[in-house]
């Protein structure tokens, strides 16, 4: 099932790019693509297990130890999960198009990969996955943006691309450090390489770090970020922001924190710095900003560092076990309620460029007499990025701030900061664009039409039901199961 998960968006791409489709057709093989990738995954779920279930492996290259490795552990399959959604959702979307049928080609390509990246148990298997969900961002960015997109598609690709190459080494490193030579996630967790003190350790850990670092990604390595959500397509960027994004810290957890867990114990508190600026940088650039889609890019940058911090107080040797297990539960929680609520607002995002070509906040206002389903839209996400109880950020953060509360108290402390500044900047963002006067040239802003309806409603209903009855996601990520492979040494 692991396996169809993958290939079938895949083959839907190769069919894509040779068989001549119509706009609506290429649209429709697109989502139903990534639909099935979806059933699959929910197929994977409903027959439970414990630890990496629905494994299956295929020998590729033997001498080295590769192979095609699949499996999920709870983390990957809620974050696989969630990717296939977002990439449903995202397909389905409305859009003017020029040469649609290579547009939904490139999002079934990357549905594919990205998929993949969270189901494989090989590391160069999860390499070229990271490394091909770079081409396919590419494209979509570089032409079917707008403004200065290739510029912006070409910083991303080379910024994340260097970050990559950190972690290419970092993986052959690793590899060559366990008894037998394997790229096999399942024997680095059981048996960690690189477990004594040293410079090596620490420089592979700061490869890591660097490398995903750039793809979460956090201070101050986060400049690609928003000159890519801004010249982006609307769809493309819920992806960057959904799916993307969560590549950076899934694999800070997967690899490091658990392949390292001596190494990442002795510099958790580091990057628990990091994450605390992030979240407070973050909010307060996104504050200033007046252009609505990179006022949401910097709270990406808010809302990933709230992960980080969960993270980085779960890998700490200090604490309890409670506290720490609380903070990496709630730092997958963030990763699934940030892919939700931020890919719902870049949607709306799109939404509003596809009706009035613009993102100048000052230029808008009074839009909810005359769109009042985006308006609902809008707002619901708003609140539930601001962390308001009964939606899924507060339950994401409320266990990321009592574990942190548990370990690293003062930085705990500062990082209640970002929620402050946040819910100031979304509520500005609210009235900015929905109430008071409706400018001259906004009189014919239509609302949303009823594709673009159902699949916000999709979204936004799993933000409200995380919020009100979470257990049954937390029983899916499992966090109890991880605990052991983390801050295992001193």
Known sequence: ?????????????????????????????????????????MVVWAAGGEGFRAVAEVPWIPALGIAWRVGVDGMSLSLALVSALVFVAATAWPMKLHDARAYYAWMAFLAGVSIGL????????????????????????GRWGHGDA???????FIYTLAGSLLILIGIIVLALNMPTLTFDMR????????????????????AFVIGFGIKTPVFPVHTWLPPAHVNAPGPASAILAGVLLKMGTYGLIRIPLQMMPETFARWALPLAIIGVVSIVWGSIVAFAQENLKRRIAYTSVNHMGYTVLGI????????????????????????????????????????????????????????????PRLTGAATLAAFASLGLPGLAGFVAELQIFVGAFGVYPWLAVIGLLGIL??????????RQMFFGDLPAERKGFTDLNRTETVLLTALLAL???????????????DAPSLIPAIGAGG
């Open 1 to 41: 099932m692991l396996t169809l998960a993958v290939l079938i968006p895949l083959l839907a791409a190769l069919v894509l790019a040779f068989a001549p489709l119509s706009e609506a057709a290429s649209r429709w093989t697109a989502t139903g693509a990534a639909a099935l990738s979806l059933i699959a995954l």
């Open 118 to 141: 969270f189901v494989t148990l090989d590391l160069i298997v999860f390499y070229v996955f990271f490394d091909l969900s770079l081409v396919g961002m590419y494209f979509l960015i």
């Open 421 to 430: 500044i946040t819910a100031a900047l979304f509520l500005r963002m609210l």
């Open 150 to 156: 290739q510029h912006a598609a070409l910083k991303f």
């Open 187 to 206: 024997a680095m967790i059981d048996t960690p390489p690189l477990a004594a003190a040293g410079v090596v350790p620490g420089l592979v850990f700061l």
């Open 312 to 371: 980085a107080v779960a890998g700490s040797a200090l604490g309890s076990e409670t506290a720490r297990q609380l903070a990496l539960t709630g730092a997958v929680v963030e990763m699934i309620a940030h892919a939700l609520i931020t890919g719902a607002l870049f949607l709306i995002a799109g939404s509003v460029w596809q009706r009035a070509e613009d993102y100048h906040l000052p230029n808008f206002g009074g839009l909810a007499g005359t769109a």
């Open 463 to 477: 933000v409200v039901l995380i919020g009100i009855w979470p257990t049954w996601l937390l029983l899916l990520i």
